[in-house]
């Protein structure tokens, strides 16, 4: 790099134009002051981060702030949690410029990171209840273990090896899981085929009859109206509605019935699992297809989900184009709808 | 203050006893586990109630315990070997209390891990119940937040 060749009034004019310009269109708020602190440069995202919203005022006096220590020489950054007009989190890094001595202005960097926050937040969250999901089971097969030591009773053997497999059963069914969650969220998941949904609703609510039964449920499927054929992977969207329908009947009290049906929106197939069960606070309703959400612990432990289900629904929903919504009201059941898009001219009237 | 949850101390063998279960009585060696759980008692403020599972075993433990602190023993089925729901009920009764609480070891199990599931309590990764141990159990309001174990003191002499 040469040295700058010495410019005329009108070339620096336009010089400076282009590079206000420039600094627009970066993704990071900029604001540049000259040595008296005087704005005199504030490009588009610093407008639109730290000006453009009511209630920012905390935010312009945190910048100002920043700017004055780094006129006084020093790098300056920060982490500002901002509530108003929404949550949000603003990182801001303020630079000396032009020698530190003095300096002869500065700069500060905005960057909202808010999502990076957000998804940093999320993963500790995971791994915490992810600890602990799987540190339950293992105390408690710990525990199970010292209570066998030295009983000679045979009942309570019997009783107490069960335990010992109810608990194993559910740390593997953790497992079992986590591993399909992984695999799906990695997107190791193959390609998509045309698929009768018809036919993954019957592989879905096969081993769901006699158990249903057994609690007084029935378990009612819709015979499909016209064929529906979905772009899909059989076996994840075969897992995915049978998540649904096992929920479904876990939630149902007995005498309920949980109904099964499909047809065609638009570009899209849509699959209804309905239940008249418990119901879902509507607190709760955002929040259930998180991993390792519940919404009623005790329930929860009874009924030996692992807290992955719906997490596992969504993300085959996802990744499948499609979407999993939820509606639900206390007392009197909910409805969970899946939509996955059909297959290039896979509606077929029968 | 917490609640605590003692396992039963080391009762004689089961085939050395032709008598019935409920009635087994402690050995020796789970009589000084008893008189240890007044040292383990006395690290905390004195208890206001002792209870335990009707069995022998388990109200002969809360012996040493009751007469130190000039309480009669509280016999309660839902603390009998075989309880899990009632147990939980019954010790979630007393949550944020300083009772302390003689039962068996599946019942410890059942409480424990239903404390694990429904309240997040952390047991560590490989939770203990020896026979005569107790766990300290902290909350407040039918909810409990921690849980500390105290592994049996075998007191010196009975």
Known sequence: MGRQPELNGNEARDLLALLVQAVDKANQGLVVCNKKGRVVLRNAPARELVNARDGDFLAEKALEAALGRALAGAYHEETLDLYSPTRHTLKIRAYPLGGSNPPSGAIALVDDVSELRRLESVRRDFVANLSHELKTPLGALSLLAETLDGEEDPDVVARLTARVGAEATRFSRIVDDLLDLSRIEAGATGSLSAVALSAVIDEAVEGFQEPAAARGIRLNVAPASAVLNVMANRRDLVSAVANLVDNAIKYSEPGGAVYVDADRRGDRACLRVRDEGVGIPRRDQERIFERFYRVDRARSRWTGGTGLGLAIVRHVAAYHGGDVSVESVEGEGSTFTLWVPLANQGHVRD | ?158
Not at chain 2, 3 to 20: M, T
Not at chain 2, 56 to 84: F, W
Not at chain 2, 114 to 125: F, H, K, N, Y
């Open chain 2, 1 to 158: 203050m917490p609640l605590l949850l003692v396992r039963h101390a080391h009762a004689r063998p089961r085939k050395e006893w032709s008598g019935e279960d409920r009635l087994r009585p402690l050995s020796v060696h789970g009589e000084r586990q008893a008189e240890g759980l007044v040292a383990i008692a006395d690290l905390f403020l004195p208890p206001t109630r002792t209870l335990s599972s009707p069995y022998l075993r388990c109200l002969q433990t809360m012996g040493p315990l009751g007469r130190a602190n000039n309480l009669a023993v509280e016999a309660s089925d839902d603390l009998a070997e075989g309880q899990s729901s009632s147990a939980v009920r019954l010790i979630r009764s007393l949550a944020g209390t300083n009772a302390v609480v003689c039962t068996h070891g599946d019942v410890i199990a059942e409480i424990l891990v239903t404390l694990a599931d429904e309240d997040r309590v952390d047991l560590g990764l490989t939770p203990r119940q020896a026979k005569g141990s107790v766990w300290a159990l902290e909350g407040k309001d039918a909810f409990f937040t921690s849980a500390r174990y105290f592994p049996p003191v075998v007191a010196e002499s009975v």
